[in-house]
Structures are given as structure tokens and as C-alpha cells.
């Protein structure tokens, strides 16, 4: 079935270094992509999204390409704070309904 | 423009009770979907609904049921109450069925069965 896998976590990092969270998808269909971020005793907050293959979604410093040939939405930010720290999901949506797929999730710890 | 509302935030229950969630969806959007999320199983969905109707179900249990009314707010209903039940349930709405359109999550009411 469709699936969103996510890179094994959790990911440690020191302040302003590369962030990159590895995901990739099924090639089934035309999903949709998103990256959503939950910090904690909160509900999900979307980060970014992509709708179609080669585009760029980007908020905050954050950035993930739709890639159709490699199925992957890898997100990237240049340079990672404290207050970045927080759980990533990467999930895709399906041509039709609401229904969201999710990743694992991918526990990022930035520290100063 | 107000967020997704979910009522309770907390909740504590026993064993063999039942519980009805709440969720008020942005003004103006028309699909509200829920989900259950726990550390083992992840965010999984339960269901969906587009104009008072069922769209789609997820693989749980028919102790788990919702509906929508006319003015797109929600109601999930979990009888007969297990320990595994224990979970953040979450809310997210949506204008419409189409792939484009991003789902906005509420808070989530955390469920402790005990």
C-alpha cells in the first residue's frame, strides 16, 4: 500500500549546522507532499508542501523538492536553531479525500 | 482566523466506558478528518468527513465512530474503552477533498484509559 518512510531518528545537532531529514514515498498515484512539525504537548503545525513533482516547498528556512524519480522529499534548512528542536512528519495526501500517510517522525535535538 | 478547537484537552476514563471527542474546524473548511497517535503505532487515521459524510475509514475497530454536522463540526465516539486506547487524538480540517489543500491540526485531546 502507500507508504511514507522517514530516516531513523533521533537526529542531534549543534546550533547553525545542516539539517537534512531523508523521506521517501511509494510511487503510487499523484500525493501530495507535506512536512508537518509537532512540538511538545502540541498538535501538528504544517511546515511546507508540494503538489506536484520538481516543485520547492519552503517556510522558515525550510525547504523540500518533490522528486518523482527518486519518490524522496528530503528536508533541508542551511542552518538549525534551539527552538527548531521539535518531532518532523513527513506525510502524503492522495488525488482524492483528506487522508494524510505519515512517516515514523524524526526527533530533532539542536543544541547551543 | 481562529485554529482548529478540540474539546477536551484532557480526559480520563476507566475501562468499558465510552467518550465522545469534539472538533470545531477553521470557518470555511468542510473536511475533517482524525487521527490517533501513540509512541508504538504513530499517527494513524480513523476517518474522514466531507459535508456530513464518511469518505473514508481508516483500519480500526467499529468501537470508533464520528460524524459531522451541518456546520462541519465533529464528534468522535470510542465505546466499550481499552487500555490501548490511550492515545493524543488528533483533529485536522481542510477545505475540500483535493490533494492541493493542506490539513490544519488542532491541539489534540490526550485520552487516558485507565
Known amino acids: 500500500g502507500d507508504s511514507v518512510t522517514q530516516m531513523e531518528g533521533p537526529v542531534t545537532l549543534s546550533e547553525e549546522a545542516f539539517l537534512t531529514i531523508n523521506c521517501t514515498y511509494t510511487?503510487?498515484?499523484?500525493?501530495?507532499l507535506f512536512w508537518y512539525v509537532q512540538y511538545p504537548g502540541e498538535g501538528l503545525q504544517l511546515l511546507l508542501k508540494?503538489?506536484?513533482?520538481?516543485d520547492k516547498g519552503s517556510n522558515k528556512g525550510f525547504e523540500a523538492t518533490y522528486r518523482k524519480e527518486t519518490t524522496s522529499f528530503h528536508l533541508e534548512k542551511g542552518s538549525v536553531q534551539v527552538s527548531d528542536s521539535a518531532v518532523y512528519f513527513c506525510?502524503?495526501?492522495?488525488?482524492?479525500?483528506?487522508?494524510?500517510?505519515f512517516g515514523e517522525g524524526t526527533q530533532l535535538t539542536v543544541n547551543p | 482566523k481562529a485554529g482548529v478547537t478540540q474539546t477536551p484537552r484532557y480526559l480520563i476514563k476507566t475501562r468499558g466506558q465510552q467518550v465522545t471527542l469534539s472538533c470545531s474546524p477553521i470557518?470555511?473548511?468542510?473536511?475533517v478528518s482524525w487521527y490517533q497517535q501513540t509512541p508504538g503505532q504513530g499517527l494513524q487515521f480513523l476517518f474522514e468527513?466531507?459535508?456530513?459524510?464518511?469518505?473514508n475509514k481508516g483500519n480500526f475497530p467499529g468501537r470508533f465512530s464520528g460524524r459531522q454536522f451541518s456546520n462541519s463540526r465533529s464528534e468522535m465516539n470510542v465505546s466499550t474503552l481499552e487500555l490501548g486506547d490511550s492515545a493524543l487524538y488528533l483533529c485536522?480540517?481542510?477545505?475540500?477533498?483535493?490533494?492541493?489543500?493542506?490539513?490544519?491540526f488542532g491541539p489534540g485531546t490526550r485520552l487516558t484509559v485507565t
Open positions: 510511487a503510487t498515484g499523484y500525493p501530495s
Open positions: 506525510a502524503r495526501k492522495e488525488t482524492s479525500g483528506s487522508r494524510l500517510t
Open positions: 468527513y466531507f459535508s456530513e459524510t464518511q469518505r
Open positions: 508540494a503538489t506536484k513533482a520538481d
Open positions: 470557518s470555511g473548511h468542510r473536511s
Open positions: 485536522a480540517s481542510s477545505r475540500s477533498e483535493d490533494r492541493v489543500y493542506e490539513q490544519y
